[in-house]
């Protein structure tokens, strides 16, 4: 990703727009400022990129790159590749896809599991493959816990999280949530989306749980090397999506009227962060 990020700023012209005022680079480039901010940020993060005094500068580290092909040019369009990203799977890709997260995300499903502690029922909103969801049941025998996700994600959670009930829902679309759950988690969810419509599933996950009830978001620290990186994938194959910082987390919390907000690094990914508050 970051070879390819090198290549796309030497395809778009950004090394020879320096030094610029970052505010001005993507005027300067003619190109929309957001999926721009994500590759400068992987820029800077390579050292290819340096800031000094508001101002960014070619770095020590600056090299060739690779070529990506349709990097540049979603950033030049400011549109993201097509069929590109989870929407763009199916059948055995899509299988493959959440296996890979249902393994890789075991550790993490586990501590927050933990973490969440012993009272359900759990609704887990898209719940993918249904790592969290079994997790939590596994941890905690005789409680429930509902998975809701897309259709063809759901089929994929059987094997994962047997005991869970399954529910086909489009979480912005007009269908209601269900109700009455006694923690709601977003785990790896908010990502997919902007800043509206992740505060949006945010106020929508604090009306689904009881009053009392925790609502939990697990995701990326968009401070962290992964985060960084994941942001600008999400800029590349999604609409609006992006790695939101704690600071943004914490607003769609409290716009949400949510209180007590408490955050957490997981031990077992050091890259991640776990928030959890109360509705009153």
């Excluded at 957001?34 to 800077?44: E, H, K, N, P, S």
């Excluded at 580290?61 to 929407?87: F, H, N, Q």
């Excluded at 890979?100 to 502690?117: C, D, F, S």
């Amino acid at each position: 990703m970051i070879e390819a990020a090198l290549g796309a700023a030497h395809e778009l012209g950004l090394f020879a727009a320096l030094p610029c005022p970052a505010a001005a680079l993507a005027e300067r480039l003619r190109v929309g400022p957001r999926r721009l901010g994500a590759l400068v940020r992987v820029l800077l993060l390579d050292g290819s990129l340096v800031e000094r005094g508001g101002e960014l500068w070619p770095g020590p580290a600056l090299r060739p790159g690779a070529v990506w092909s349709g990097m540049a040019e979603a950033i030049r369009t400011d549109r993201p590749l097509p069929a590109g990203g989870i929407s763009g799977l199916a059948g055995e890709d899509l299988r493959r896809f959440h296996q890979h997260l249902l393994v890789a995300g075991a550790p993490a499903a586990r501590e927050v599991a933990a973490r969440l502690g012993p009272r359900g029922p759990l609704l887990d909103l898209g719940g993918g493959a249904g790592a969290y969801a079994g997790a939590f049941l596994a941890a905690h025998p005789g409680e429930r816990a509902l998975i809701a996700d897309r259709p063809a994600v759901l089929d994929l959670a059987r094997s994962a999280a047997p005991s869970a009930e399954l529910l086909a829902l489009d979480l912005l679309g007009d269908v209601p949530w269900p109700s009455g759950a006694r923690v709601a988690l977003l785990a790896n969810v908010l990502h997919l989306h902007g800043p509206a419509d992740a505060a949006r599933l945010v106020a929508r996950a604090a009306q689904a749980v009881v009053h009392g009830g925790t609502v939990a978001v697990k995701d990326f620290d968009g401070a962290s090397a992964a985060g960084v990186l994941l942001c600008l994938t999400m800029a590349l194959f999604t609409g609006d999506g992006e790695v939101h910082g704690e600071a943004a987390l914490r607003s769609f919390f409290r716009d949400a009227g949510l209180r007590e907000v408490e955050v957490a690094r997981l031990r077992s990914a050091p890259e991640a962060l776990l928030l959890r508050a109360v509705r009153e």
